[in-house]
């Protein structure tokens, strides 16, 4: 009897997703490299992956995590704090936590759990968070389960974030500013001096989630290299599962800060460690981006070409969104552009706000100036630029 009623809820759900084009399927996807990809068994040259330095497949990552399994195992064990915490972390954290330009780094799970785990520490219900409105589901998640008061600002608008501060600020105790340091569906950079600034009269602490920066600007070291002065962010979230290649998530901060994170985040006491070779692969991944000034700045070089071959504004990350608008135009985009042989994704809503629906493009140091070229050219001829 349960059994069927859950079944019928569950029916009547994807039924309602289903009339609203919002059903979303998972598709086979086979990556031969971080931009070629077997599709539903189709051949396709992919601009739809977060593996923007190709370290996913990189030969010395590779060896790295094959050495660390044979060596350590497939698993960790248990929890860092209890027994999973093998050497291996002590390495990344330190590597990492240097090429950031911070006293200490904290590894996490994941990305999201970095967020969902590290934002309750910081902010309670006595406090005020204030997103910016495009901001990562992760980041809305940390605020929630934080019990503080969420405001959130218009996209990049810092006018908007004072005025929300010089009428709230003063009925809350903490205050914490979160935003993107490079937006992951609009591929702009957030004006991190000015919201330091701003951050700094308010008596607020800056957090960044620079999922889509590390690797890829300000020399590969992120988005608080990628503006005119160094950026003092004190809370520096982002993932290893992008540039990095890896999987796994972090946070950035000082030593007290990282080890108040060990002692409090819940998604970092509670959580098993990771597998030895991710940790032994995002490491290797760590070295490379500290020393190839010339593979980091691929990415951003592919997409700028890109962005004047087709007429639109400078591309500042490796993400290049083209707005359509309409649900359907964007999966009708998607498909003619699969048809002529190249991945690129509808971003529909929730993941993006409604009526913004849009094709996004990814670039990757793996790319060569051909599939760039070809992108923009089947762009034109389906009518896509603008
Ligand atoms: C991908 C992403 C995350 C989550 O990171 P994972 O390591 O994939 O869990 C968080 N924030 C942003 C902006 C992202 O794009």
Not at 31 to 47: G, P, Q, T
Request: hydrophobic share 40%; net charge neutral.
């Amino acid at each position: 009897m349960s059994t069927s009623t859950l079944d019928e809820f569950a029916k009547s759900k994807l039924a309602a997703l289903e009339r609203r084009k919002l059903r979303r399927h998972l598709a086979t996807t086979r990556r031969k490299s971080s931009a070629r990809v077997d599709y539903n068994d189709h051949e396709l040259i992919s601009f739809a992956c977060n593996d923007y330095l190709g370290l996913a497949k990189h030969p010395a990552t590779i060896a790295a995590a094959v050495e660390a399994t044979e060596r350590d195992g497939v698993g960790a064990g248990a929890s860092r704090l209890i027994s999973g915490n093998y050497p291996l972390y002590k390495t990344l954290e330190s590597k990492l936590a240097r090429l950031k330009g911070t006293e200490d780094a904290v590894i996490f799970g994941s990305g999201y759990l970095a967020n969902i785990g590290t934002i309750p520490v910081f902010a309670g219900s006595a406090d005020l968070i204030l997103v910016d409105e495009f901001s990562h589901s992760c980041i809305l998640s940390g605020a929630s389960i934080s019990r503080a008061t969420v405001k959130s600002f218009r996209h990049n608008d810092v006018d908007s974030a004072s005025k929300i501060l010089n009428s709230q600020r003063a009925k809350f105790r903490r205050c914490l500013i979160i935003t993107e340091g490079v937006f992951s569906m609009d591929g702009d950079l957030a004006p991190l001096p000015a919201l330091a600034e701003l951050a700094e009269h308010h008596d607020a602490w800056l957090m960044t989630d620079d999922a889509h920066g590390l690797g890829v600007v300000g020399g590969g070291r992120g988005s608080s290299f990628a503006h005119d002065a160094v950026v003092d962010v004190p809370l520096q979230m982002g993932t290893l599962s992008k540039a990095v290649g890896a999987y796994g998530g972090y946070i950035c901060a000082t030593h007290a800060v990282a080890e108040l994170i060990r002692n409090r985040a819940r998604s970092f006491v509670f959580s098993t460690g990771l597998p030895p070779a991710t940790i032994a692969a995002a490491t290797e991944s760590i070295d490379i981006i500290a020393t190839n000034q010339e593979l980091t700045a691929r990415p951003l070089t592919h997409a700028r070409r890109f962005t004047h071959a087709v007429d639109l504004p400078e591309a500042s990350s490796a993400i290049v969104p083209i707005v359509v608008g309409d649900v359907d135009k964007s999966l009708d985009a998607s498909a003619s552009l699969a048809e002529a042989g190249y991945l690129v994704p509808a971003i529909r809503p929730p993941t993006v706000p409604t009526g913004t629906a849009r094709l996004r493009i990814a670039f990757s140091a793996v790319h060569s100036d051909d599939d760039v070229s070809g992108l923009a050219s089947a762009l034109e001829s389906a009518g896509l630029n603008r």
